[in-house]
């Protein structure tokens, strides 16, 4: 008795929900990060520490006034 093989072609459909970050949290395509400067630093600039998710630190000058 011969057992034939019906192969078929098909595509494979994933699903990729997010989680949950701690630091950052996603709006569209993009990643944001929220942190808390003092009054001081808002008005006369500062430079903020970001850690991203693949273990650089990213150092962002604030220059503006920020609200």
Sequence with gaps: MKCCLLLVSADIVFIVKDKPHAWFRREGVDLIHSTT??????LIGCTVEIHTLDDRVLHIPITDIVQ
């Design 37 to 42: 400067i003092s009054l001081c630093h808002a």
